[in-house]
Every structure is written in structure tokens, then in C-alpha cells.
């Protein structure tokens, strides 16, 4: 019974207790695969029965579906941005290696995605914007230490790095998850020889990050 | 009226009259872009209505939904069989060609590719199994090709050139179609450069064309 925990007269709790961020992650998981399997039209009390929780916990955490859909892509952003981060902390002493890293770690947490570029849903969040453009700085600088080195190829651009990611960390449909996960590390891992910088050929050029991404969120209705 | 074109007492026509091959072109192409947005349980006077045609229409071309998916498998297929087949004839002047071609016409193509690694239908038609293996085969005349004249990397196989088609031939979604294409040749540019035997890494052991193809066909239920 969560509703035992509500006490509506008493303070607000410094933070979120235990059970409480539980019941959140499990709305938040349930959202993603219900999400991906059926669409963001799904029914809000079906996300509520997948995560175990009756549907007043879902809306106590989640006003409406935006709010729901706005945190599930702001999620899957937060997780590319510290992939990125992280990777980028290897870039000035191995360009080529801190690529890998962030693409590798887009293939391994795969599950976790629900980002409109993979088919997840769009939002116009501001947060969901902001992240969008630390992920194109932070891959930015990866690539920056890759050109100056003279290890990376140097008509290779951040679009190009968040384009491979999101064509490799899509599941293989049919396939068992480790067979998906190897065949996409292997194009991966020639995809990653073919930055380097000998012997490549001029690459047809780029849409912006700028023109991507005016895609890839809702217009603001206001 | 295309009940009109019926003469049930006369003898079959030699071949599909044109106006009864256009209606089962558009029934196919509507099939695929219904599978496609909905999924194969999409109903068959959903798929008559797209097509433009009366639902006796449909269910006179193909008998039921199963009649109907296997045939936009067996297309898909088709389509990748030919694209392969027509890229190895320069296997032998020029292999790393090959290679682009086939896969740039993966990307070309791709509106008229259902097909189960893209998140199409299944079958367990025998026709379908056997265009699998010739398209394999196709691939491996290219490669051995580019292997013996020493322009390919050795370790790559046609299991990796199918899996490079699948990831890189769904369009990333959101996009405009020409903003897509073009990152995914971008894409596909470096993965080719990536292919040439000097500099590469080892690629992580792959699984085996049978091991893939064991996962893309339904089980008999016989």
C-alpha cells in the first residue's frame, strides 16, 4: 500500500524516500519498453500495471504522459551526456580510444535509450535541449584532441559521431542480444579504423548539429 | 471496377494483365508501408484501402495475411539479391566498389526493404531461405575477390556486410529523408574506409551466417 506514505499535512521530505525512488525507476523502466513496443499513445494505467504500481502512484510521480515522456528522454540524454563525459576524459591521451568508449558504451546500454533519434519519442523540453548540446560539445572535444593529435581523420564531426550512434544502437530485430551486440561491435570496430587518418577519402559533406536538431523536437504550441 | 477485368468461364490469362499487376503493386506497397508504421496484425482492409483497391481485390491476390507478408519478404529479398548481384560483377576490377555499391543501395533502397533485420516480417517460405543464401553467396564472391587482390581486410565476412546493410539502411527517424541518407552515407564512407587490409585492428569473432539466419525464419509449425 504506497499510499500509506502520503502524509499531506506534514512537511515535504527533504527527499524522495526509498520506496518512493523504487516505484519512480520502476515507472520509468516500464515507460521505456512500453514506449518502445507500442508507441508513446500507450495507455498510462498499462505502464502502471508493467511497473507494479497502481495508477495514483504513477500520476503522483507523473502529472500527465508529457511529463512521463519528457523524463523518459530527458533520462536516455543524461545517459549519452556522461557516456560522453567520461569518454571524454581519455581524449587527450587517446582520441581514438575515447571515441570507441562512447560508441561502445551506446551499444552496451542500448536498453536504456528511448531518444527520438532511435525512434523514441520527441519533447520539447528546454532541460532535453540543454543536455542535446553538452552531448555535440563534449563529443566536440573528443574530436578537437583527435585532429590535433593527428590520430583522427579530420572531416569527421560530432553529427557524424551521434548519427553512428544512433544507427548502431539499434537492436538487430530477431536476433538474440548477444548476437546483436557483437555484430554491431565489429561494424563498429571498422567503422573506428576507417577514422583514422591514412588513406581516407573525402566524405560527402554534413548536415549541422543546428539542422539536425531542429528535427528531433515537438514545436512549441504556445 | 476492377471485378469487371473477371471472366470466370474463360481460360486463365497468360500473364497478369496490367491493370491486375498495378493493383497487386500497390497492394504490396501498401502492405509494407502498413507493416512498417503498424505491424504485421494490421488489418487486411486497412492495407485494401491504402492500396486503393476493393478488399475482394486483395484477398483474389493473395489468399490470406500470411500469402501477403511472404510476398514482401520475398521482394525485400529479391531487391538485396539483385543489388548484391549487380555489385559483384566489378568484384573483379574494383572490390572495395562492390562493397559501396551494395551497401549505398541498401541506403537507396531502403523505402522498399521489409525484411526481418530491419524490424519486417518473418516467414519460413523455402523461396525466401533460398534468396538469403544466394544474397550471402553473392557477398562472398565480393569479398573473396577483394581478399585475393589484397584491397580487403581479411577478417570481414558476409555476415558483417549483411548486419553494415540492416544498421545503416533503417532510416534514423525524425529526419528528413535526404538529411538521413546523407549521414548514413557519411557513415558508411568511414565504415568503407575502415575496410582497407592496412592499419586495422582484429574485429571480435563473429557468429556464422547460419547462426544468424536461425534466428530470421519462423519455426515450422508442422
Given at each position: 500500500m504506497d499510499t500509506v506514505a502520503s502524509t499531506p499535512s506534514g512537511p515535504p521530505a527533504p527527499r524522495l524516500r526509498a520506496d518512493a525512488a523504487r516505484n519512480r525507476a520502476q515507472i520509468l523502466a516500464a515507460a521505456r519498453a512500453a514506449f518502445r513496443e507500442s508507441?508513446?499513445?500507450?495507455?498510462l494505467d498499462e505502464i502502471a500495471r508493467r511497473a507494479g504500481v497502481n495508477i495514483a502512484t504513477l500520476y503522483r510521480r507523473f502529472p500527465d504522459r508529457d511529463a512521463l515522456i519528457t523524463q523518459v528522454v530527458v533520462d536516455g540524454f543524461s545517459l549519452v551526456l556522461d557516456t560522453a563525459r567520461v569518454a571524454a576524459q581519455t581524449a587527450q591521451t587517446d582520441p581514438l580510444a575515447a571515441v570507441q568508449s562512447f560508441l561502445q558504451g551506446m551499444i552496451d546500454n542500448r536498453e536504456l535509450l528511448s531518444l527520438p533519434l532511435i525512434g523514441g519519442p520527441m519533447t520539447n523540453d528546454p532541460h532535453a535541449r540543454d543536455l542535446q548540446q553538452h552531448i555535440a560539445a563534449a563529443l566536440e572535444e573528443i574530436l578537437a584532441a583527435g585532429r590535433s593529435a593527428e590520430v583522427?581523420?579530420?572531416?569527421?564531426t560530432a553529427v557524424d559521431l551521434i548519427a553512428t550512434a544512433a544507427l548502431i544502437c539499434r537492436p538487430l530485430p530477431h536476433l538474440p542480444p548477444e548476437q546483436a551486440a557483437t555484430l554491431a561491435t565489429r561494424h563498429l570496430c571498422v567503422f573506428l579504423d576507417g577514422l583514422?587518418?591514412?588513406?581516407t577519402r573525402a566524405l560527402p559533406s554534413s548536415p549541422t548539429h543546428e539542422e539536425i536538431t531542429a528535427h528531433l523536437f515537438t514545436e512549441e504550441t504556445t
Open positions: 508507441g508513446t499513445a500507450v495507455p583522427l581523420r579530420p572531416d569527421i583514422r587518418p591514412e588513406h
